[in-house]
């Protein structure tokens, strides 16, 4: 059988058939050594789009022919491919800091992936971290796959009117322009699945893109067997009503563990980044269940050792919640609806299993059905621990068993040329592809010279960005023709450019430098010291707040045409845009309400070019800053939506920018015109922080916090003998915990110990069910003490009670401590898959 390619490009002369294998991997997108092919293809197309692609479906007959016939190019083409096949099969950090790797695949389960421009399937943050995840790996070598939804169309694309009012445009991702090919069957067949939906199935087409030596599989329902409605369904990211998400949670979570199966592959880890594909943790069991005819519970016990969580929010508004009759439908019509009654897979997503009203929330089921769980920063893990407490009942929130792993991001894919070019002087090309612990102390040789010049350059490079894309935006406002002309000098590459550019949303305050308007005017406009501002941002299509926020700015630049050339809103903020932006600013500012930002990542954006950050300390910024590095925002409190502390902290960010930041740019400049001391600052933001948050130290951790453990604990329940045992303890401990219950305590002092003895009665229990502790200042202000009691001889008189007894020392008091019984047992995590505990007051 022949099949048609799905996809436009021409017939490729023979010898320049490798142009296609370069041009569908994304690598192009982070490592640029075959820019200079593309650009000697199509010059302005390059230019214009940065996409090979594009460039591939848009060349002519004829310059292919002309090409087939340059020997030189020929010769420039084949040494590209040998490398690129060299690339694909090379080692990497991961086989050879595992040669007996702990896991064989991770699949990364991500409802957005933000890879590139060429592929928009992305909102913001959330799908960037999964972009730069993928990124990370296929340069570590780390055996990880990618899951996600092929957007029909995206996240919107923004445009503003000629009163500054955002409009949303939703152009259609025609799959045969974007660098994403079919997945094959064996026979060559594309690969469809059918999902069984209520009283229907829906088809998903199944998609993939290369990302170096990594794979996105990515489904979509517009297939023309579907019913239209079904057709739409992976339409719209964020778009639609809560059965839309639903709907879209179920291709992704039960259609991307079905495309697994299919293709034969087994992950051991599943990864899921935030709560959306949380249902393939109910598809796998369903699997095992069916591979080793075990009940539910055991096959929901035997696969989550081998699932991982990673929560993004901070409230508890964030999470996805369903209602339960809705839920109740698309169970109902799962596959063999998971083989347990619906009420069982309900309690999965419950707080309180027996409450049938309450709603499915898709964060507790990530929880009941993971054994590992982390947030995205240290502030956040707190945080997480706070909002998973009520799954926890009576345990300190300190034990909550939530980790955390900060965020990083993919440098090689956020430096500009000239800093790559800097960074590979002091720290060698292969900086971001090994171990990280060489890079600061070499990156710190840098001098003061060569970091000046870089960030001129920057600053320049991001004011043509910025002029072009003001040109295009008042011509398509139908703007004045002076306001035309004027935009192709706005800006000055030698004023200090500040970036503000993020999601326009009330938390994240994008107006706080709009507070004193009058302030902000004469900081920007004064006549020795000015500054420059670059904003950018969307709004969310129902967030009115944030869009009001983004014609404040507009509005401030109307009311002040002298601002013209000091400030510009560079519309549809997108990969592109922060990428210019991240390069060339001068400063990052950040301004979320405490503890609203789980982590933030555009700031980590800015370190590898030397842009510095002032931030609130939230998120990433909490552990990040020293004041050697940038500049802290706020006091390490929480204010919630105060509107006097956002006031005040107003105050401060002026305050900062006038005193601290301005002058440092400023003054203090050397015979050559350098200021040493913001010289200064910008290598410690360097050498210091960009290391440590780079996504190679996030997947590094990644590997060591998160797969590794997991793997071990999933191998160690490969036998079901193990699995029956412990869902058995658990099912122990439910039925004996009510009637546990502590008898005596004792303490005997002298000046170093306390020796502690207390009567345990154990009901039924199999003593070995359980541990019995001593805690010490549980006052959540130190860190809480923990002894394990040693069980001793059993009570004479009494069934099944034993004397326990712990020796500690004396440097808390008596009445600090209090034995507390939890359940116990080899190999299995408490409090997550038994939260049962009882205190002895
Ligand atoms: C990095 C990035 C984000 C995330 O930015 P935060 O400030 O961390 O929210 C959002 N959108 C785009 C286009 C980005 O590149």
């Not at 950090?93 to 060429?118: C, D, I, K, N, R």
């Not at 060489?438 to 320049?460: N, V």
Request: net charge negative; with cysteine.
């Amino acid at each position: 059988m022949i099949i048609a390619p799905y996809h436009l490009l021409p017939q490729l002369p023979e010898s320049l058939s490798g142009l296609g294998e370069l041009a569908i991997d994304l690598r192009w997108s982070w490592s640029h050594a075959t820019d200079t092919l593309w650009q000697q293809i199509a010059p302005e197309l390059w230019e214009q789009t940065r996409n090979p692609w594009l460039i591939l479906q848009n060349i002519s007959g004829d310059t292919l022919q002309h090409l087939a016939q340059d020997k030189d190019f020929i010769a420039k083409l084949d040494t590209f491919v040998g490398k690129h096949h060299e690339h694909l099969t090379q080692k990497g950090w991961f086989s050879e800091t595992y040669p007996h790797p702990p896991f064989s695949q991770v699949a990364y389960f991500s409802m957005e992936f933000g890879l590139s421009e060429s592929l928009p399937i992305y909102s913001g943050g959330l799908g960037i971290l999964a972009g730069d995840c993928l990124k990370t790996a296929s340069d570590l070598g780390i055996p990880l796959l990618g899951i996600g939804l092929l957007w029909q169309q995206g996240y919107f694309r923004q445009s503003l009117d000629d009163c500054g009012r955002q409009i949303e445009l939703y152009p259609y991702n025609d799959p045969t322009q974007m660098p994403v090919t079919p997945v094959r069957d064996a026979e060559g067949e594309w690969l469809r699945l059918e999902l069984p939906f209520p009283g229907r199935t829906v088809i998903l087409r199944a998609w993939q893109a290369q990302v170096g030596r990594v794979t996105l599989y990515l489904l979509d329902s517009n297939d023309p067997l579907n019913a239209p409605a079904d057709r739409g369904i992976t339409a719209e990211l964020y778009g639609g009503g809560p059965e839309n998400r639903l709907q879209q949670e179920i291709c992704l979570g039960i259609g991307g563990w079905m495309l697994l199966r299919r293709l034969g592959i087994q992950p051991d880890i599943c990864h899921l980044n935030e709560g959306h594909a949380a249902l393939a943790i109910l598809a796998r069991a369903y699997s095992h269940m069916q591979d080793h005819g075990t009940s539910f519970p055991c096959a929901l016990t035997a696969t989550r050792a081998g699932n991982i969580f990673t929560t993004h929010t901070p409230v508890s508004a964030g999470f996805d919640r369903f209602p339960p009759e809705l839920l109740t439908r698309y169970i109902a019509g799962a596959p063999g609806a998971f083989g347990v009654d619906v009420e069982t897979i309900l309690a999965l997503g419950r707080e309180n299993p027996e409450d049938t009203h309450e709603p499915f929330n898709m964060a507790w089921l990530a929880i009941h059905g993971s054994l590992i769980v982390n947030g995205v920063s240290r502030l956040h893990g707190a945080v997480s621990r706070h909002l998973f407490q009520s799954l926890f009942p009576r345990w300190p929130e300190d034990e909550v068993p939530v980790i955390h792993v900060t965020n990083g991001v993919h440098m090689p894919s956020w430096d500009s040329a000239e800093a790559d070019a800097l960074w590979t002087n002091h720290c060698g090309k292969a900086r971001w592809l090994g171990d990280l612990k060489d890079i600061e102390a070499d990156f710190r040789q840098t001098s003061d010279g060569d970091l000046w010049q870089l960030r001129s350059t920057a600053r320049q490079q991001v004011i043509l960005f910025a002029r072009r894309r003001l040109q295009k935006q008042l011509a398509a406002a139908h703007a004045p023709d002076q306001d035309c002309e004027n935009a192709k000098t706005a800006l000055d590459p030698n004023t200090l450019t500040i970036g503000f550019a993020r999601r326009f949303t009330a938390y994240k305050r994008p107006n706080m430098l709009l507070n004193d308007p009058d302030r902000l005017y004469r900081l920007l406009n004064n006549p020795h010291y000015p500054v420059q501002l670059l904003i950018a941002g969307k709004a969310h299509p129902k967030d009115d707040v944030g869009k009001v926020m983004i014609q404040q700015w507009t509005q401030f630049l109307q009311q002040h045409p002298d601002l013209a050339g000091r400030m510009v809103f560079i519309a549809d903020y997108d990969m592109l845009v922060a990428e210019h932006l991240v390069q060339g600013v001068d400063l990052w500012i950040n301004t979320p309400r405490r503890p609203w930002e789980a982590s933030g990542t555009s700031g980590m954006k800015v370190l590898v070019n030397g842009g510095l950050n002032l931030s609130e300390l939230d998120g990433w910024w909490a552990e990040a800053y020293e004041p050697e590095t940038g500049w802290a925002l706020g006091d390490r409190q929480e204010h919630d939506a105060d509107l006097k502390w956002d006031q005040q902290e107003a105050q401060q960010l002026y305050r900062l920018l006038e005193e601290e930041v301005v002058p440092l740019f400023y003054q203090q400049r050397d015979a050559n015109g350098c200021p040493c001391g913001w010289v200064a600052k910008i290598r410690e933001s360097m050498s210091r922080l960009t290391p440590r948050f780079s996504s190679n130290r996030m997947l590094q951790e990644y590997v060591s916090t998160l797969y590794e453990p997991a793997a071990r604990l999933l191998s160690a329940r490969s036998e079901r003998a193990i699995v029956e045992g412990i869902c058995q303890w658990q099912h122990d401990i439910r039925q004996h915990w009510q009637s546990l219950h502590f008898g005596e305590l004792d303490v005997q002092s002298d000046t170093d110990t306390h020796h502690f003895q207390v009567h345990v009665y154990l009901d039924d229990l199999d003593a070995d069910a359980v541990a019995v502790q001593l805690f010490a200042n549980g006052d959540g202000k130190q860190n809480p003490e923990i002894y394990e009691m040693t069980r001793g001889d059993a009570l004479t008189g009494a069934i099944n009670s034993y004397n326990y007894t712990c020796t500690v020392p004396a440097h808390s008091t008596v009445e600090s401590f209090t034995p507390r019984i939890i359940p116990h047992r080899e190999g299995c995590m408490v409090p997550m898959e038994s939260n049962e505990i009882l205190w002895y007051r």
